[in-house]
């Protein structure tokens, strides 16, 4: 359509409207104006430029929108909200803010590069002792990006892992052997903490995980069969205040014997646990309560709280250092030394993966391996 019009200085001009089709997206109907045009002629050949654009598709009534990677992140991330646990949320959450947003976030998606991709990969591999977390938060967004239609290819996705080319210390053995853990339980003793000799004790006997044994409750442990369930930990959302969810894996859903040691200090414990929140007033009577809570609020434990734990009795009595999680890794590997068979302990830990389960059987047995040639010797003393 052709319309003449007055401009605001009183001279005469042309407009050419022209209909482009029903939007895809919106199912609106499209129209492009052009005004301030001189002469009918120049508003026909404009006309017809537009409809010959709008019949190949070259015509498009705006420029393309750009996009910042954090805008695709967010929205990437209000959907993963809705797929993964909050402790997962929360954690993928500030992993980002630390890790990925400081690289990534004022760029357009659009000019994200391979070669980009690659350095930041290199600078995470030097940080971490694994980059599969930030690079696959940034791969998501982008696949994110490419699903929306604004980029082509994923440059993050085409990468693989660089392999860590600087040789990495020995490290100390994360495990005690039953002569450390038997000293260090008799240090617990000696500290006189009664919550952290218990603790210390289950995870060791149990090889549960710390978040399994923070979220325990006393409905959780039957005296009588001497069984735990384990169907709970402790995380924490993306406040960073301490929830409790349910476990990483299927595989984590269990239920596990305990010794009759083990159960008397629990038993012992919840008595002691009674009279000492009642005389703050709080009734800790009930099968819901937790195992293990802060003093006086009751509250669940963060975390990092029980390495504080573990730090403050180390010290104080020159312990060989591990790892709260290397309580597991000791209980894992008394079990094998104790003949238990492979099926057996993988279940009794709830590992997803037999490998995990094999990693350690592989170091126990290399450790007995090791010991045999001066065993031998000792045996036949010639």
């Known amino acids: 359509m052709i319309k003449e019009y007055k401009k605001k200085d009183g001279s005469k001009a042309y407009l050419v409207q022209v209909y482009l089709g029903i939007d895809p997206v919106t199912g609106q109907k499209k129209s492009t104006t052009r005004r301030g045009l001189a002469t009918k002629k120049e508003a026909e050949v404009m006309e017809a430029r537009l409809k010959v654009s709008s019949a190949d598709g070259t015509h498009t009534t705006q420029k393309k929108r750009r996009y910042r990677f954090s805008e695709i992140y967010e929205l990437w991330l209000q959907?993963?909200?809705?797929?993964?646990?909050?402790?997962?949320?929360?954690?993928?959450?500030?992993?980002?803010?630390?890790?990925?947003?400081?690289?990534?976030?004022?760029?357009?998606?659009?000019?994200?590069?391979?070669?980009?991709?690659?350095?930041?990969?290199?600078?995470?591999?030097?940080?971490?002792?694994?980059?599969?977390?930030?690079?696959?938060?940034?791969?998501?967004?982008?696949?994110?990006?490419?699903?929306?239609?604004?980029?082509?290819?994923?440059?993050?996705?085409?990468?693989?892992?660089?392999?860590?080319?600087?040789?990495?210390?020995?490290?100390?053995?994360?495990?005690?052997?039953?002569?450390?853990?038997?000293?260090?339980?008799?240090?617990?003793?000696?500290y006189g903490n009664e919550k952290f000799t218990t603790f210390f004790r289950l995870l060791a006997f149990t090889g549960c995980r710390r978040g399994e044994?923070?979220?325990?409750?006393?409905?959780?442990?039957?005296?009588?069969?001497?069984?735990?369930t384990i169907s709970k930990t402790q995380t924490v959302?993306?406040?960073?205040?301490?929830?409790?969810?349910?476990?990483?894996?299927?595989?984590?859903?269990?239920?596990?014997?305990?010794?009759?040691?083990?159960?008397?200090?629990?038993?012992?414990?919840?008595?002691?646990?009674?009279?000492?929140y009642f005389k703050r007033g709080i009734n800790t009577s009930s099968k819901e309560q937790l195992v293990f809570t802060t003093y006086p609020e009751n509250k669940l434990y963060n975390g990092p709280t029980v390495n504080d734990w573990l730090n403050t009795i180390e010290r104080k009595y020159k312990l060989k250092h591990i790892t709260i999680h290397g309580f597991r890794h000791t209980h894992c590997s008394l079990l094998f030394e104790a003949g238990t068979p492979i099926q057996v302990v993988k279940e009794r830990l709830g590992h997803s993966n037999i490998n995990t389960t094999m990693n350690i059987y592989t170091h126990v047995t290399k450790k007995a391996e090791d010991n045999a040639a001066e065993k031998f010797a000792e045996r036949f003393n010639f």
Not at 242 to 262: G, H
Request: proline content about 4%.
């Open 79 to 190: 959907q993963h909200e809705r797929e993964v646990k909050s402790g997962s949320y929360g954690t993928t959450k500030r992993y980002a803010e630390l890790h990925v947003l400081p690289y990534f976030e004022n760029l357009f998606i659009e000019k994200i590069d391979i070669a980009f991709c690659q350095k930041i990969l290199n600078k995470w591999t030097d940080h971490f002792k694994s980059a599969k977390y930030p690079k696959r938060i940034v791969s998501e967004t982008l696949n994110y990006a490419l699903l929306m239609g604004i980029i082509d290819t994923n440059p993050m996705k085409l990468l693989k892992l660089p392999r860590q080319k600087k040789e990495q210390p020995m490290q100390q053995e994360n495990y005690l052997d039953s002569d450390e853990l038997k000293y260090f339980l008799e240090c617990c003793e000696d």
């Open 237 to 276: 959302n993306e406040d960073g205040i301490a929830i409790v969810s349910t476990p990483k894996t299927f595989e984590s859903y269990r239920e596990i014997s305990i010794d009759n040691k083990t159960a008397d200090m629990l038993m012992a414990w919840r008595s002691a646990q009674r009279k000492l």
């Open 213 to 228: 044994a923070l979220a325990l409750t006393w409905n959780d442990i039957n005296f009588k069969s001497k069984r735990i």
